[in-house]
């Protein structure tokens, strides 16, 4: 950090400065200038951690988020039925998803909206999950569903409603599944860092980023879909991040050209909405792939990871 005296300050108000930075554990170095004298803060309180490697999330079954692969999650907005969980699922698996969301406790802006099926839900993901051997992740939006959501998602979701709910962060620190923590509603890059060290520092180094869009003043989108995230956070943080093109466009035909976008950028990962029959969808219907676009979409992206020498993971078991 650097202090910047104000122009005519005389020695002994920097030496003040200096004497309190001192006190507070830290070193001090002043450096005159013609105009103005600047001094350096130095050293750290050893709170937060430098990690210079990438975080490399494992998750079951040998996947891995931050490493070479690149991480696609998809599958509808929300758990609605058994018959349209399992129809997602089929259909994303067969495209090459690796993980299957799908909300059972959704956060939705109008309290008349279908709210999800809560703990139904959560049995209906268990189920698809031992039919096709997908991966789950689903939201918790409190204390109480992130408990329930622990005990069975493979991934914890925290969405852009909750990156500032700071005591549901240090709950997500406590338990031991991998989060993926989605940028807030119009949060800075700087504070989704920030909102992922409570979780870092309560013990779970598990944590995948998520670039979704922010509030923009252009209606032609939902979102401002921010994908200088994606190379700005490799840049500042050891954490991988991905990319929802879903919720950070808001419409279908946008979704594939951004979701080969992030990829090119360099995300992680995708996270897209599939739904068996978007015009049925109960949440997001509009923004959700029907299951041949999601097809196309993962053919597409395959071949720009490996132009930058990645890969889309392969499910386990299968061989590449
Ligand atoms: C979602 O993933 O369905 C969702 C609610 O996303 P967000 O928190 O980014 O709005
Ligand atoms: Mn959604």
Not at 10 to 37: F, H, K, L, N
Not at 175 to 189: D, E, F, H, Y
Request: charged share 20%.
């Amino acid at each position: 950090m650097l202090i910047i005296m104000r122009h005519g300050a005389d020695e002994a108000e920097i030496r003040r400065v200096c004497d309190t930075i001192e006190e507070m554990g830290y070193q001090s170095r002043p450096m005159p200038g013609r105009q103005r004298t600047t001094v350096g803060l130095v050293g750290n309180d050893g709170r937060g951690e430098w990690q210079p490697e990438p975080t490399v999330v494992q998750l079951p079954g040998g996947l891995t988020v931050g490493g070479t692969d690149v991480v696609v999650m998809a599958g509808p907005c929300s758990v609605e039925s058994e018959a349209q969980i399992l129809a997602a699922a089929r259909a994303v698996r067969s495209a090459g998803a690796t993980v299957l969301r799908g909300g059972a406790f959704k956060p939705r802006s109008s309290p008349y909206s279908f709210q999800g099926l809560g703990r139904k839900g959560l049995e209906l993901l268990e189920l698809a999950r031992r039919e096709t051997g997908l991966l789950i992740i689903t939201e918790a939006m409190d204390d109480e569903g992130l408990e329930l959501v622990s005990e069975t998602a493979d991934i914890v979701q925290l969405g852009a409603r909750n990156m500032q709910n700071y005591s549901l962060l240090k709950q997500a620190g406590r338990q031991k599944k991998p989060v993926l923590l989605k940028r807030g509603l119009s949060a800075t890059i700087q504070e989704l860092l920030l909102s992922a060290e409570y979780i870092l520092a309560e013990g779970n180094p598990n944590v995948i980023l998520c670039e979704r869009g922010v509030r923009g003043f252009d209606t032609s989108t939902r979102n401002l879909f921010d994908l200088s995230a994606v190379a700005v956070v490799h840049g500042l943080s050891h954490l991988p991040i991905i990319a929802d093109p879903s919720h950070g466009t808001g419409h279908r035909d946008m979704v594939t050209p951004m979701a080969r976008a992030a990829v090119a950028a360099g995300a992680d990962g995708l996270l897209v909405e599939v739904h068996p029959q978007p015009d049925r969808a109960l949440s997001d219907g509009a923004q959700s792939l029907y299951p041949e676009q999601f097809e196309r979409l993962m053919v597409e992206a395959r071949a720009i990871a490996e132009a930058i020498g990645r890969r889309i993971a392969a499910p386990a078991g299968v061989a590449v």
